[in-house]
C-alpha cells in the first residue's frame, strides 16, 4: 500500500493524538514523516513516539524539508489560514483543525489558496462521520421531513474548569485564542446544524463573557436565527454547566427528528401539518405517526477523518468535511459576537470589515490590560490595520 508522508504542525494534545493513533496503525495509509512545534518538551514527547520523524521548531522549515506530502495543522486558531496558505504555496495538501480561523476575511483568503493550488483541503469537523446525524441530514435535505420549521439544539455539556482555561497561556483570550466557546468547543455543533439545515439569513444572539470562568471570552451564548423561508433556529451552548444537555430537535410540516444519548429519533407525519390544519373538522387533533429510531457506534471520527482525506489524495473520494466549508460556521459565530456587541441583528454573511473592527478593539483592550497576554500574529495585524 502506497504510505502518504504527513507533517503535523503543533504538537499540543490534538497533535500529538494523531501522531499517537497514526503511528498505532489506525491509518494505514499515513506515515508521519515530520512534526513541528515551539515547545522543546513536546517536540521530545514526539521524538518517543515516532523516533523516525523528524522534529522542526518552526511550520516553515518542516514545508521546505521536503519530507512530507500534506500538512495537519494543529496550532491556535489565527494561524490555521496563514500557515495553511503557505502550505497550499508549496504544493502541499492540508488538513486543518477546526475552526477554519477566527474572522471570515482570512478564512476566504485560505479558501482561494486551496482553490488556486488544486490540493486536496479538509477540515476536522470529525462529528459529520456519527452516523445518527449523518441520517439527520439525508432525511432533511431529501424533503422527507418537509418544509423546515424549527431547529432547537441545546449543546451545554462543554464543561469546562477554571483549570482548563489556566492551562495555556493563549487560551481563552481574544489576542491568542480569537474566542470562547463558540470557536473551541462548539464549532463541531454549529457546522452539524448548517451541514444538516442550511445556512440561516439572519442571526440575533446574547454572549455572555466570563460568565462563569476568569476570562475574557465568551463561555455562555443563546443564538436565535431565521432562514428563508421562516423557520427559526435556536442554540444554546455553555461550559459553565457541570449537569448538561445534548438535544437537538428538528421539526418540519412532515414530521419531527430528535438526537439525544446517541439515538436519532423519528416521528412521520402521515398528513402534512400544514395540510391537516387547514382540513380538520376538530378543534384538536392527533396526528397520526409512523415512529422510526436508529442508533449506529463508530470509531473515532477523528480518524474517519485522516483516512478520508487519505482516500481523496490517493483515490480522488470525496471529501466528508470540505476545508471550504468552514467558512458556514466561522460565519455564524463571527455573526453571533457582533450580534452581541452592536446590540442587533445580523445578516448572514457576516459584514467581516465591521467584525474585525468590534475584534481588533477587543484585543487592544485586553491587552492594555493585561501586558503578559500572548498576542498571536495574525491578532497583532488585525490591530495595526484598525488603529
Known amino acids: 500500500m502506497k504510505k502518504l508522508r504527513l507533517g503535523i504542525i503543533g504538537v499540543g494534545k490534538m497533535g500529538r493524538f494523531y501522531l499517537k493513533n497514526i503511528v498505532s496503525g489506525e491509518c494505514p495509509s499515513w506515515e508521519v514523516t515530520a512534526y513541528s512545534g515551539r515547545d522543546p518538551a513536546k517536540l521530545e514527547l514526539c521524538k518517543e513516539l515516532c523516533p523516525e520523524a523528524k522534529g522542526f521548531r518552526t511550520a516553515e522549515e518542516l514545508m521546505d524539508s521536503g519530507l512530507v506530502d500534506a500538512v495537519l495543522i494543529a496550532v491556535v486558531h489565527y494561524a490555521h489560514p496563514e500557515l495553511a496558505i503557505k502550505a497550499f504555496e508549496k504544493g502541499l495538501h492540508v488538513l486543518i483543525e477546526k475552526p477554519a480561523g477566527v474572522f471570515t476575511s482570512q478564512v476566504m483568503e485560505m ?40 431547529v432547537v439544539w ?12 489556566d492551562s495555556a497561556d493563549w487560551r481563552a483570550t481574544w489576542n491568542g485564542d480569537g474566542g470562547g466557546v463558540l470557536l473551541n468547543q462548539a464549532p ?32 455562555d451564548v443563546t443564538i436565535y436565527g431565521e432562514y428563508d423561508n421562516g423557520a427559526t433556529a435556536t442554540f444554546i451552548t455553555t461550559t459553565g454547566d457541570a449537569c448538561g444537555t445534548n438535544r ?30 387547514f382540513t380538520a373538522q376538530e378543534d384538536t387533533v392527533r396526528p397520526e405517526t409512523e415512529y422510526q429510531e436508529y442508533s449506529a457506534e463508530g470509531i473515532d471520527g477523528r480518524i474517519v477523518i485522516l483516512n478520508n482525506f487519505a482516500d481523496a489524495i490517493l483515490e480522488d473520494a470525496p471529501l466528508i468535511a ?14 453571533a459576537y457582533l450580534s452581541t456587541w452592536t446590540d442587533d441583528w445580523v445578516d448572514i454573511p457576516v459584514d467581516g470589515e465591521m467584525f474585525e473592527k468590534y475584534l481588533a478593539e477587543r484585543c487592544k483592550k485586553e491587552k492594555a490590560e ?18
Open 111 to 150: 479558501n482561494e489558496a486551496a482553490k488556486r493550488s488544486g490540493m486536496k483541503f479538509g477540515i476536522m469537523f470529525n462529528q459529520r462521520t456519527k452516523p445518527i446525524y449523518a441520517k439527520a441530514r439525508e432525511i432533511v435535505r431529501s424533503g422527507q421531513l418537509g418544509e423546515l420549521k424549527r
Open 154 to 165: 441545546i449543546i451545554t455539556d462543554w464543561y469546562r474548569t477554571q483549570h482548563y482555561y
Open 188 to 219: 463541531h455543533n454549529i457546522d452539524l446544524m448548517t451541514w444538516i439545515c442550511g445556512m440561516p439569513k439572519r442571526i440575533r444572539a446574547f454572549c455572555a463573557f466570563g460568565k462563569y470562568h476568569n476570562i475574557d471570552v465568551e463561555d
Open 248 to 277: 437537538l430537535e428538528i421539526s418540519g410540516d412532515r414530521g419531527k427528528l430528535v438526537i439525544e444519548d446517541g439515538k436519532l429519533k423519528w416521528w412521520k407525519l402521515k398528513t402534512s401539518e400544514r395540510e391537516l390544519c
Open 322 to 335: 470540505p476545508g471550504e466549508e468552514g467558512l458556514d460556521s466561522l460565519n455564524i459565530s463571527n455573526a
Open 370 to 387: 493585561n501586558d503578559s497576554v500572548v498576542v498571536s500574529e495574525a491578532a497583532e495585524e488585525l490591530c495595526k490595520k484598525w488603529k
